[in-house]
Each structure stands twice: as structure tokens, then as C-alpha cells.
């Protein structure tokens, strides 16, 4: 299952920016906004679409989208 077009889906809507392109190695860095404010907005968003809970400690893991990624895909059975 490719969950990054889902994901930049999120990712446009959450920052308001339709031009967002996201991929594995995109980071806070390279998105324009993504502040701790944002990353949790980010974060609710995410769940509440793939209908999953996220700890602090596995948040505190995700260094990139393809952590996030990855930790989706496992959730997500």
C-alpha cells in the first residue's frame, strides 16, 4: 500500500499549500510552517484519517515522512 499520496493529500490540507510534493526523505525542513503547533495539527490530522493513535515515544522516532511512513504501514497492519 502506497500511503504517501494519502499522506501529501494530509500534508497540503494541514499547511494550506496545494504545491506541497512530499516524499521519504522530506523532513520539517523542507516544508514551509511545519513548526511543533503544526506538527501536531499534522499529527491529529493523520490519525484521525487512517483512524490510528500514535504514542509520544513513537512520534519522538519519526525523523522523515518515510518513518512516518513505515510506522503507518505497521500500524496499519
Same mark, same amino acid.
Given at each position: 500500500? !502506497?500511503? #504517501?499520496?494519502?499522506?501529501?493529500?494530509?500534508?497540503? !490540507?494541514?499547511? /494550506?499549500? !496545494? /504545491?506541497? $510534493?512530499?516524499?521519504?526523505?522530506? $523532513?520539517? *525542513? /523542507?516544508?514551509? &510552517?511545519? !513548526?511543533?503547533?503544526?506538527?501536531?495539527?499534522?499529527?491529529?490530522?493523520?490519525? $484521525?484519517?487512517?483512524?490510528?493513535?500514535?504514542?509520544? @515515544?513513537?512520534?519522538?522516532?519519526? *525523523?522523515?515522512? &518515510?518513518?512516518?511512513?513505515?510506522? #503507518? @504501514?505497521? *500500524? *496499519? &497492519?
Amino acid at each position: 500500500m !502506497d500511503l #504517501l499520496p494519502q499522506l501529501q493529500i494530509i500534508f497540503r !490540507d494541514v499547511f /494550506d499549500d !496545494d /504545491d506541497i $510534493t512530499i516524499s521519504r526523505e522530506t $523532513t520539517a *525542513k /523542507d516544508v514551509e &510552517g511545519w !513548526d511543533s503547533v503544526q506538527h501536531v495539527n499534522l499529527m491529529l490530522q493523520i490519525e $484521525t484519517e487512517f483512524n490510528v493513535r500514535f504514542s509520544t @515515544a513513537e512520534m519522538a522516532y519519526l *525523523k522523515n515522512v &518515510g518513518d512516518l511512513v513505515d510506522l #503507518l @504501514a505497521k *500500524k *496499519k &497492519g
